[in-house]
């Protein structure tokens, strides 16, 4: 069973940037679909970003020019850049592995908090 850690959450002021990562315990090559989830308080989860074969991109547009996802082979890592942060971007973030592009694989990471706030 691959196992996700996600690292590189925590406290951002509006504006700012955080890098979240995701180290798999043994090699994603086998992966096509990868992404990146969130959740806030009393909302449902969502997802911000995904990668997929040929590390084609999608992101929503709620996300879209400020959140950058991309992955390391090498390193068996997925990423995600958050820049230009807003308050509404506080949530758990989560990665996922095997998903489709309409719903989330079995794989997760065990969630990291993002506050955005000054």
């Known amino acids: 069973q691959v196992h996700l850690v996600e690292s590189g959450g925590g406290l951002a002021q509006p504006g700012g940037s955080l890098r979240l990562s995701c180290a798999a315990s043994e090699s994603i090559r086998r992966f096509n679909n990868m992404a990146w989830y969130r959740q806030a308080p009393g909302k449902e989860r969502e997802m911000v970003a995904r990668i997929s074969s040929g590390d084609y991109t999608y992101y929503p547009d709620s996300v879209k020019g400020r959140f950058t996802i991309s992955r390391d082979r090498s390193k068996n890592t997925l990423y995600l850049q958050m820049n230009s942060l807003k308050s509404e971007d506080t949530a758990v973030y989560y990665c996922?592995?095997?998903?489709?592009?309409?719903?989330?694989?079995?794989?997760w990471g065990q969630g990291m908090l993002v506050t955005v706030s000054s």
């Open positions: 996922n592995f095997g998903g489709t592009y309409t719903s989330p694989g079995g794989l």
